[in-house]
């Protein structure tokens, strides 16, 4: 009763898992040890699989002014950014002149108005404009108001660059000015978003090698600045692509020959405010600035300046002939990886493990390169980096020791698959020994032990029964 637990309740998917979340709050919430309502809290409980919710994996939102009656109101609001993800407003109406939280702060100041108790009162999910994205209501009881605060249109754009080749080999004889190395690269630029327009105006900016304050290269035909920026017209569901030719400038001249080529694009909303219908909100972009980015690497020293083509050959060998369901156990991997051909740039050996093992070690036998291994963002792959490059006419040699604390006995082998690539390209006829798979097989082994016990302490008969004591047990068939 004292921290008005319940004062407000809601109810809202929060973490899109499917199942309905419960949302309480405490806005008198009494912090005992410090005599003060400082925390405030309001209480996300997620409903687990069974349908229960319970105190474990609860979520605690706390609010920052004293007195303020944070979480006086939580209302669930539906997804009003477009992220897939339903939003949560939550109510501090004496925080100040008053406030609502949502993915930001709001108070009256921000709508030019000079009321008291903002959020007093909130209704939510309901889509008062019909521009397809809920809007929230908040009321200020003791200014006798009540506020429509709109949701604005999300557009989201996308750009995705794709170059062509995918990296620059420098060693080429008589690249110079007269015969510059050039390379091509395709940009596509589009947009979505839930009630947005049909065409919107961008401004874009292309930057090439945007890492570097000197520019290593620049467009085709174009001796002015690395940058091109234009305004363009984007139509909704159709892509505008355009493929442009870059070269390399002053190659002689380049000091840094390692560190990739970056190709950058920026977008920027355009809208005109005054040609909007009275009462029509003008469109956000989700994030102001973003920029999307790919990059060529420089490569050199091929044996064949033709075609540079590397041949890379993956052998995997396993310490374990058999495991045993059930039991906790461990296996090691020994990989040897040779490039019979040119330098494979960006080496990398991808190895994915079954869910029941843990990646713990590893170990150089041959190789003169530094190898590192690290378990990805799915722990049920490990990516090895291998070499760049990986030199020609190489061969090098590792292992990779996994174990598990139960090895699982839903299958009849425990897989193990490994694949071995590079950034350079590689003859379609050569990629049959990219791939390996190790499979171990499974067995049942059961321990059996009979253990028998009396629990009767004392037999007493009498000597009348001994004649019966004496009698052999025969087996008797019906």
Same mark, same amino acid.
């Given at each position: 009763?004292?921290?008005?637990?319940?004062?407000?309740?809601?109810?809202?998917?929060?973490?899109?898992?499917?199942?309905?979340?419960?949302?309480?709050?405490?806005?008198?919430?009494?912090?005992?040890?410090?005599?003060?309502?400082?925390?405030?809290?309001?209480?996300?409980?997620?409903?687990?699989?069974?349908?229960?919710?319970?105190?474990?994996?609860?979520?605690?939102?706390?609010?920052?002014?004293?007195?303020?009656?944070?979480?006086?109101?939580?209302?669930?609001?539906?997804?009003?950014?477009?992220?897939?993800?339903?939003?949560?407003?939550?109510?501090?109406?004496?925080?100040?002149?008053?406030?609502?939280?949502?993915?930001?702060?709001?108070?009256?100041?921000?709508?030019?108005?000079?009321?008291?108790?903002?959020?007093?009162?909130?209704?939510?999910?309901?889509?008062?404009?019909?521009?397809?994205?809920?809007?929230?209501?908040?009321?200020?009881?003791?200014?006798?108001?009540?506020?429509?605060?709109?949701?604005?249109?999300?557009?989201?754009?996308?750009?995705?660059?794709?170059?062509?080749?995918?990296?620059?080999?420098?060693?080429?004889?008589?690249?110079?000015?007269?015969?510059?190395?050039?390379?091509?690269?395709?940009?596509?630029?589009?947009?979505?978003?839930?009630?947005?327009?049909?065409?919107?105006?961008?401004?874009?900016?292309?930057?090439?090698?945007?890492?570097?304050?000197?520019?290593? &290269?620049?467009? %085709?035909? #174009?001796?002015?600045?690395?940058?091109? $920026?234009?305004? /363009?017209?984007? @139509?909704?569901? *159709?892509?505008?692509?355009?493929?442009?030719?870059?070269?390399?400038?002053?190659?002689?001249?380049?000091?840094?020959?390692?560190?990739?080529?970056?190709?950058?694009?920026?977008?920027?909303?355009?809208?005109?405010?005054?040609?909007?219908?009275?009462?029509?909100?003008?469109?956000?972009?989700?994030?102001?600035?973003?920029?999307?980015?790919?990059?060529?690497?420089?490569?050199?020293?091929?044996?064949?300046?033709?075609?540079?083509?590397?041949?890379?050959?993956?052998?995997?060998?396993?310490?374990?002939?058999?495991?045993?369901?059930?039991?906790?156990?461990?296996?090691?991997?020994?990989?040897?990886?040779?490039?019979?051909?040119?330098?494979?740039?960006?080496?990398?050996?991808?190895?994915?493990?079954?869910? &029941?093992?843990? %990646?713990? #070690?590893?170990?150089?036998?041959?190789? $003169?390169?530094? /190898?590192?291994? @690290?378990?990805? *963002?799915?722990?049920?792959?490990?990516?090895?980096?291998?070499?760049?490059?990986?030199?020609?006419?190489?061969?090098?040699?590792?292992?990779?020791?996994?174990?598990?604390?139960?090895?699982?006995?839903?299958?009849?082998?425990?897989?193990?698959?490994?694949?071995?690539?590079?950034?350079?390209?590689?003859?379609?006829?050569?990629?049959?020994?990219?791939?390996?798979?190790?499979?171990?097989?499974?067995?049942?082994?059961?321990?059996?032990?009979?253990?028998?016990?009396?629990?009767?302490?004392?037999?007493?008969?009498?000597?009348?029964?001994?004649?019966?004591?004496?009698?052999?047990?025969?087996?008797?068939?019906?």
């Amino acid at each position: 009763m004292g921290s008005y637990f319940g004062h407000s309740v809601a109810v809202s998917d929060l973490n899109n898992d499917g199942r309905d979340d419960l949302i309480v709050g405490a806005p008198r919430y009494w912090k005992k040890d410090t005599q003060t309502d400082k925390c405030r809290p309001n209480h996300v409980y997620y409903q687990n699989t069974w349908g229960v919710l319970n105190d474990e994996g609860k979520s605690v939102i706390t609010g920052h002014v004293t007195g303020g009656r944070f979480g006086f109101v939580v209302a669930a609001l539906g997804d009003i950014n477009d992220d897939n993800f339903n939003d949560l407003a939550v109510s501090a109406p004496y925080d100040g002149d008053g406030a609502v939280y949502i993915l930001t702060v709001l108070r009256p100041r921000d709508f030019g108005l000079n009321i008291r108790t903002f959020g007093y009162a909130l209704s939510s999910n309901r889509d008062a404009d019909q521009n397809q994205y809920p809007d929230l209501l908040v009321g200020a009881y003791e200014s006798d108001t009540v506020i429509l605060i709109r949701t604005r249109p999300i557009v989201r754009p996308d750009v995705t660059i794709v170059t062509q080749p995918r990296a620059l080999y420098l060693s080429r004889p008589g690249a110079s000015d007269t015969k510059p190395i050039s390379f091509n690269f395709t940009t596509c630029l589009s947009y979505r978003g839930i009630g947005t327009a049909d065409q919107y105006s961008f401004t874009s900016v292309l930057a090439l090698d945007a890492l570097k304050v000197k520019s290593r &290269a620049r467009l %085709f035909n #174009s001796k002015g600045p690395v940058k091109h $920026e234009e305004n /363009i017209n984007i @139509t909704k569901n *159709s892509p505008l692509c355009d493929t442009w030719t870059a070269v390399l400038k002053d190659f002689d001249r380049i000091q840094d020959r390692s560190s990739p080529i970056a190709i950058r694009m920026s977008l920027s909303l355009l809208e005109d405010e005054d040609a909007l219908d009275y009462g029509e909100l003008n469109t956000l972009m989700e994030t102001p600035g973003e920029h999307w980015e790919t990059r060529i690497p420089l490569f050199y020293e091929c044996v064949n300046n033709d075609t540079c083509a590397t041949d890379l050959v993956l052998s995997v060998e396993s310490d374990t002939e058999k495991m045993y369901m059930g039991a906790a156990d461990q296996v090691t991997l020994n990989v040897t990886i040779e490039n019979r051909a040119d330098d494979a740039f960006e080496s990398y050996l991808y190895v994915h493990i079954p869910t &029941a093992f843990q %990646f713990y #070690s590893f170990k150089a036998i041959r190789s $003169e390169l530094s /190898i590192q291994c @690290t378990a990805a *963002s799915v722990h049920t792959t490990i990516v090895c980096n291998v070499g760049n490059p990986l030199p020609a006419e190489t061969k090098i040699s590792f292992s990779l020791s996994f174990s598990a604390v139960k090895v699982p006995g839903d299958e009849e082998a425990v897989l193990f698959n490994l694949n071995v690539s590079s950034l350079t390209r590689e003859e379609p006829d050569t990629l049959y020994d990219n791939n390996y798979n190790i499979s171990i097989p499974l067995e049942l082994e059961i321990n059996t032990e009979l253990v028998g016990n009396s629990n009767i302490g004392t037999v007493i008969y009498k000597e009348s029964d001994s004649k019966s004591l004496n009698k052999p047990i025969a087996q008797k068939k019906t």
